[in-house]
């Protein structure tokens, strides 16, 4: 029992380190990347709330509301701060084009 349980967990431990969300960035140097402040301060100057950030998939994964009052999650290129993607409740509602 023990065996099958142990081999159960060391399936799992592999998938906790993926990405989680809807969109993957190229990866870019750490010190590259727009720090958490400076794109919240870039956000909010164009009219977002931010709620919450964290790093998902290379991008910066925003929770917030857009300056049209849509409450959504946003992917954010880690050097620019370039809009990539918005999702809304589960539709996506913005992609950049590639």
Not at 7 to 23: E, F, N, R, S
Not at 38 to 49: D, N, P, R, S, V
Not at 59 to 76: D, I, L, M, N, S
Request: charged share 25%; with cysteine.
């Amino acid at each position: 029992m023990k065996k099958w349980m142990l081999a159960g967990v060391m399936v799992l431990i592999p998938q906790v380190a993926m990405a989680t969300g809807m969109y993957e960035c190229e990866p870019v140097a750490e010190d590259q990347w727009m720090s958490e402040a400076a794109l919240t301060e870039k956000l909010e100057g164009e009219g977002w709330q931010v709620s919450r950030m964290k790093v998902d998939g290379n991008c910066w994964e925003v929770y917030g509301t857009t300056p049209e009052g849509q409450k959504v999650e946003g992917y954010f290129h880690p050097t620019t701060g370039e809009k990539l993607l918005l999702n809304q409740r589960g539709t996506i509602i913005f992609r950049a084009e590639e």
